[in-house]
C-alpha cells in the first residue's frame, strides 16, 4: 500500500459482519467497531515472541506486546492477514490458526480509541525475526508464565490488547503449548 494511499480498516458488527470500510485513523477518532488480529507465536520451549513496538506509532509506541497485529484488508482472511503482517513487521511467515475472538474497547491518552473485534492467532516457529525497524523496536522470547506474572506486576509496559487477551484468554495459549 502506498504511503499516501490511507489504510481503510474493516467496520463490523458485534457478529463480527461487515459493515463497510473506513479509513484506519478516522475508525480511531470516532471509536468504530473494526476488524483486526493479533499474532501470538509460540517455540518447542512454550516461549511467547513478543515485540516492542516502534517509538513513533500512534499509540502505544515502545510498548510490548504480541508477536504482531494489524488489520484485515477487504476480501483477506484472517489467517492469511495475520501471516501477511507477521511477514511485514517480524520477517517471516509461518501458518496461523485463528483460536477466537473478542472485542474491546480502549481510550488512548492521544484521543483515538482501539474498538476492535480482534481474532486471535497462533502459530509456531523456532528462529529469531529479522525486524522491521520502521515498526517493531525490539524483539524477545518469554516463558508463558513469566510473561502473565510480569504483565500483572508491570501492566504499563505492555499494550491494552495483550493483556486483556492474557487477563481473559490465557487459559486457550496454555491449551496451544507445544
Known amino acids: 500500500m502506498s504511503q499516501n494511499q490511507e489504510e481503510k480498516v474493516i467496520l463490523v458488527d458485534t457478529q463480527d459482519r461487515e459493515l463497510g470500510l473506513m479509513p484506519k485513523l478516522e ?3 470516532k471509536a468504530e467497531l473494526h476488524r483486526a488480529f493479533s499474532v501470538f507465536i509460540l517455540n518447542h520451549k512454550n ?3 513478543l515485540q516492542q513496538r516502534a517509538a513513533h506509532k ?3 509506541p515502545l510498548l510490548w506486546t504480541n ?11 484472517n489467517a492469511e492477514a495475520g501471516m501477511r503482517r507477521l511477514n511485514e513487521e517480524m520477517g517471516f511467515s509461518v501458518p496461523l490458526k485463528d483460536l477466537f475472538h ?6 488512548f491518552d492521544n484521543g483515538l480509541t482501539e474498538h476492535e473485534l480482534d481474532h486471535v492467532l497462533i502459530g509456531y516457529y523456532e528462529g529469531a525475526p529479522v525486524i522491521n525497524p520502521e515498526e517493531v523496536a525490539d524483539w524477545k522470547w518469554m516463558d508463558i508464565d513469566e510473561l502473565r ?7 504499563a509496559i505492555y499494550t ?4 486483556i487477551i492474557f487477563d481473559e484468554f490465557y487459559h486457550f ?3 496451544h503449548k507445544s
Open 27 to 29: 475508525a480511531h477518532e
Open 47 to 49: 516461549q511467547v515472541m
Open 58 to 60: 500512534y499509540h502505544s
Open 67 to 77: 508477536t504482531c497485529c494489524s488489520h484485515q484488508r477487504p476480501g483477506e482472511g
Open 102 to 107: 473478542f472485542i474491546y474497547k480502549a481510550p
Open 149 to 155: 506474572q510480569d504483565m500483572e506486576a508491570n501492566p
Open 160 to 163: 491494552v490488547w495483550a493483556r
Open 173 to 175: 495459549l496454555e491449551e
